[in-house]
């Protein structure tokens, strides 16, 4: 359960930490977008070496990765098992009933996994090197122009800060209420299904009292301290760009422009 990285943030002083978070933020989603362009092993390929560079530019080490991937495994695995089978096209190797393995079954299960990890592994630099303080700051910046039309630009950007600042403390709290559990005999890796389904209310329960309460403590600071929104608000920390972000974005631009060319003239 510790191992589980969202919400995490590692400090540090790398190409990537010193980015904005309005550059990374936009960057990541628009690489996600462009994993869903890739259609060949070299365009996957381009991909893989955007993502790598990204880890090595980020000095975060290799180990947090693995432990990003790893809780995703099964998914990962259930959702390849569900295209192999499912999967239609090509040179049928094996049929029986509805199910059917074919080439292009196997091919598209093998690329929907690397979509997976790439994922995974650019949005776990993201959110390692970017503290939920400048995520919140990012998003508040970047939808700010929203605010002409009475979007609730600011109520927003606290809502996802909060429920990003407290990620990690429930994954903490959890692990906790799990260990007094089995500290009194309780056992959430044996039985069925649905007894281990009924163990976790055990474990619901106090999570979920604990975390009304902490909220409604939060609301009574903000109120004791005169909280209204984003009215007359200033920042300590202004964002501003600087030239590694238009090298960053200049390095994205050329990605996606030669992705995109593979594509559809490759």
């Known amino acids: 359960?510790?191992?589980?990285?969202?919400?995490?943030?590692?400090?540090?002083?790398?190409?990537?930490?010193?980015?904005?978070?309005?550059?990374?933020?936009?960057?990541?989603?628009?690489?996600i977008i462009m994993v869903f362009f890739a259609n060949s092993w070299i365009t996957y390929g381009l991909s893989f070496l955007i993502a790598i560079l990204s880890i090595a530019m980020s000095d975060i080490p290799l180990k947090y990765f693995w432990d990003g991937v790893k809780p995703l495994i099964w998914i990962i695995m259930f959702t390849v098992v569900?295209?192999?089978?499912?999967?239609?096209?090509?040179?049928?190797?094996?049929?029986?009933?509805?199910?059917?393995?074919?080439?292009?079954?196997?091919?598209?299960a093998v690329y929907l996994a690397v979509r997976f990890i790439l994922i995974i592994l650019v949005s776990t630099v993201f959110t390692l090197s970017t503290s939920?303080?400048?995520?919140s700051g990012a998003i508040e910046s970047l939808l700010m122009p929203l605010k002409r039309v009475h979007f609730p630009v600011y109520e927003l950007a606290l809502m996802l800060s909060i429920a990003l600042r407290f990620v990690p403390t429930l994954i903490d709290e959890t692990e906790k209420i799990m260990d007094a559990q089995r500290a009194r005999g309780a056992n959430f890796s044996t039985g069925s299904l649905w007894k281990r389904l009924q163990k976790l209310v055990a474990i619901l329960i106090p999570?979920?009292?604990?975390?009304?309460?902490?909220?409604?403590?939060?609301?009574?600071?903000?109120?004791?301290?005169?909280?209204?929104?984003?009215?007359g608000r200033t920042k300590y920390r202004e964002l501003t760009y600087s030239q590694n972000d238009w090298v960053a974005a200049a390095l994205m631009l050329i990605f996606s422009i030669v992705l995109l060319i593979l594509r559809f003239w490759g």
Not at 132 to 135: A, H, K, Q
Not at 216 to 226: N, V
Request: charged letters at 15%.
């Open 132 to 135: 939920p303080l400048e995520i």
């Open 207 to 231: 999570l979920f009292e604990n975390a009304f309460s902490r909220a409604e403590e939060l609301a009574t600071a903000m109120e004791a301290r005169g909280y209204q929104g984003g009215e």
């Open 1 to 31: 359960m510790n191992k589980v990285l969202f919400g995490r943030y590692l400090p540090g002083n790398s190409f990537i930490h010193r980015l904005d978070p309005r550059t990374k933020l936009v960057l990541s989603f628009m690489y």
């Open 82 to 108: 569900i295209q192999i089978f499912f999967g239609i096209g090509g040179h049928v190797y094996w049929h029986w009933g509805i199910l059917s393995i074919t080439s292009n079954g196997i091919l598209n």
